[in-house]
């Protein structure tokens, strides 16, 4: 800090990096837990991500060589324990956090690796039991994927040795765990299915921890087991043990033991079985031999006098000539009475027959049409006449008749219905049923004067 007691003054670089230097010697390796937020790996296979917690968070990048690493996929969300150093982002003036190893916390990166690339191959059908191929009963020849100097090949070949010893083994050797194990496993897998007449194959290794069976879970492997033209059995580990080998393979044994036991059977199970096929094909034959013997004796019987079998057969033969006319017969009678019905039907439903009944139920229907427009004109006159009646009744024509009359006062023309509408010296149009006449109003009265004053001319 003796640096900074006289007065110096630094450029934006010179500074941060002095800040840079700081940071890297005082935290070459921390280790950090929190929470993955922002995550970004572009083409260049980096990978950037923010690490946080409640409180704070810091800007981390992982670099291509280390990423590729990991065993698991980062994701945004995901609580991880990094290492890594401290430096500066000299562009930004931004310290940050170069990781080179992370591991979910809660759960080992292997178990995270394990559990994602299980989901991933089991969504793209991998597991299904629609591409499980049926294991053959009596292999000729068997391919064997595992380590040439392990227990497990061991375990094959006594096995082998003591159920089938006809049987053909054609070993591929190959690391079963380690970097580049998983790569020589896919490797033998392809050379086997290259190199043909092979029944079967055994893929397999025996137990141990996560991190001695990765090879078997890694996807290269998977997708070399899926893509096998040969079905595969895989023989990883112990009971308890399952590796994502297990669920692509054809079918699944507990131990290598197990799977040399699965795909041969034992020769004296074998033997057995052919010899108890083979005594029932004797005890078969000699019960269709008795029928036969049997069969023969009495047709030998029935045949020593031949005039009595023709004679059966000639009285079978009457009766059937017998049966045949008298069934002829019905069969004739039933066809010649069902062509006297179908006569009679067709003489009834002849054309001409339709046409004079269509033109009978026509002149009717015009028949009954004339009649009911008869009817429905007299209703209709009669209606006329009594409306016209009833009209002529309210007619002011017929009130004017009896001496009334109708009138206007001019010039609106309007209808004058009392005297107080009327003042001296008016012009009114007085209409009667016969013309029509001009006037002057001279006086006009009121209502009840009108009543009993005697009528004065207008």
Known sequence: MQLFKERRVLTVS?????VRGLLEENFEQVWVEGEISNLACPQSGHCYF????????IRCVMFRGAFRSLKFTPRDGMRILTRGRITLFEPRGEYQLVADYLEPQGIGGLQMAFIQLK???AKEGLFSELHKREIPKLPRRIGVVTSPTGAAIR??????????????LLISPVRVQGEGAAREIAGAIDDL??????????????????EDLWAFNEEVVARAIHRSKIPVISAVGHEIDFTIADFVADLRAATPSAAAELVVASKKELTAEVEALTHRLHVSQQRRLERSRALVTALSRAVTDPSRVLGH?????????ARLVREAGLILDDASERIVTLTARLSRQTPALTLQRSSERLSNLSLRLDHAIARRLACAAESVGLATGTLNAVSPLATLSRGYSITRKLPARSVVTSS???APGDRVELSFAAGSA???????????ESLTAPPRSV
């Open 14 to 18: 010179a500074l941060t990096a002095l």
């Open 50 to 57: 923010t690490l946080k917690d409640a409180g704070a968070q």
């Open 119 to 121: 989901e991933k191959l």
């Open 155 to 168: 375990d094959i070949l006594t096995v082998l040795n003591r159920r089938f010893t006809n049987v053909e």
């Open 193 to 210: 299915n290259r190199v043909g007449n092979i029944d079967v194959m055994i893929v397999g290794r025996g137990g141990g921890s996560l």
């Open 313 to 321: 057969l000639a009285q079978r033969v009457d009766s059937l000539d």
């Open 420 to 422: 107080r509408q009327l």
């Open 438 to 448: 001009l006037c002057t109003v001279e006086q006009s009265h009121g209502e009840s």
